[in-house]
């Protein structure tokens, strides 16, 4: 089996995974070692860099971040005046979303955001490239449950124009199942899943059932605060303490503030690990240099405000899915943001079950869709990225004489086999799934034990093959009605 990919693109950061022929996934690293990359991408006329680890003040002006956002076509208005005001790049939503890259004594630059969605796409597929020498990719890509076919197409266009081949693009909250194997077992599990995924500028919860190795989302609930609140919160409590120090106030300097976000990014990543950081601002205002340090406590404490606003999506995703904390199996934590302890211990607080969180929270939705990729090409399925497939979606029971059978939830073609005894010459069958109703009957020449095959098709129908093992005879028969 061939090297497939499976791709996660966020406002904030990118990840890509590979399944391997020994059947693993691996999450691989950018050129600077990261294995996780982030969707920043600074534009001039000399250069399209993607995923910088820093960007100077001078060039803030022409990097564009929260790109994904804007690829969404069902975007309301006031979000998208939220995104023009919080960008550094101008926005432009006359004829279509563009950005305005300005640079001195330079023609303006006009970019689309599918057109910087393909330069991420690019980045990755270069990864991808030389991680296993072959030019020819194929993926699987991750994508929100909110978004539309139309978005999910340009989704794949922008990806195809970076050199992907994209088998499927699967939603976010069924990957993060599949990057911890929920569903594969021997024994088929029944459960209540809850995924949190907790990004840079939003937070989602979904609940998804799991019944016979199949996923449901039963609701999905998105809130527009990320990440981002946190680095601002603890951005806020730099400028204070130099100000209090220094007698200066940093708010007024474009330049300060920005230097002191950029600190602020690197302590929260800094202290997801470790108990305390120290930095250093060169210049933090007026020509004054600042040396900060910040414990864990100290940071905890400037989060406690935010967590009742990252935790509303768990409460509103189980009200929708009229269900309880307790009825929750298992829980999975996405998005780079829960590296943060306290966050993922506020987390999983609300339940008294297993929280997965061995896969890196930011590697958990592109080894998901690695493991989808995996399948897809082994299987030998091939699927349009949005094609839906026919699913049974409740049970059909059926009565053969007196033997009861029930077909359970499955894709269509779903098939069961068994045996029966025929005492009789006539086997009355018949099928039930809710208020449908079907019925038929085999003539049968020599009673005697019959081997019966069962197949429901996407047309509606149930197909009923019945050998006789005594006689060798084949009767075939059908139940005509529309199942769901």
Known sequence: MANTFGLYVGNSTASIAIFKEERKVEVLANEAGDRVTPTVVTLSHEEKVVGPTSVSFSKAFCTVTNNKKLLDTTLKLEDLEQCIE????????????????????????LYTPVQVAVLIFKKLYNIGVGACGEKSL?????????????????????????????????NEAPAALLAYHIGFEKVPQEMNVLVYRLGGIS???????????????????????????????????????????????????????????????????????????SRFIESACEGVDFNVSVSVARLNSLLSPLLPVFSQPIHKALEAANLQASDISKIILCGGCLKIPKIRSHVS???DCEALC?????????????????????????????????????PITMKLNNEEIILEKNVIPSFKQLNIQADEEVVNISANQGSLEGKTKLDIDVPSELKVNLKVTSQGEILIEALNKTSKESIKGFIDFHVD
């Open 86 to 109: 919080q960008s550094s790049v101008p926005i432009s939503k006359e004829n279509g979303i563009t950005y305005t890259i300005s640079e001195t004594d330079q023609k303006p630059l």
């Open 138 to 170: 194929s993926c699987v890509i991750c994508a929100p449950h909110s978004w539309n076919d139309d978005t999910k197409v340009i989704l794949q266009e922008a990806a195809e124009e970076a050199g992907w081949k994209v088998l499927q693009i699967i």
């Open 203 to 277: 937070c989602e919860a979904s609940v998804i059932k799991v019944e016979s190795g199949f996923y449901s989302i039963l609701s999905s609930f998105e809130s527009q605060t990320g990440g981002q609140a946190m680095v601002t919160a603890l951005r806020d409590h730099l400028v204070e303490e130099f100000a209090r120090k220094y007698y200066l106030d940093p708010t007024e300097s474009r330049k300060s503030m920005w230097k002191f976000r950029v600190a602020a990014q690197s302590m929260l990543h800094t202290l997801s690990t470790v108990p305390m950081c």
């Open 349 to 351: 607080s609300f339940f």
């Open 358 to 394: 061995s896969i890196p929270p930011d590697e958990v939705l592109a080894c998901g869709a690695a493991e989808q990729a995996g399948l897809v090409c082994n299987l030998g399925i091939s699927l349009k990225s949005s094609e839906k497939i026919p699913f049974l979606s409740s």
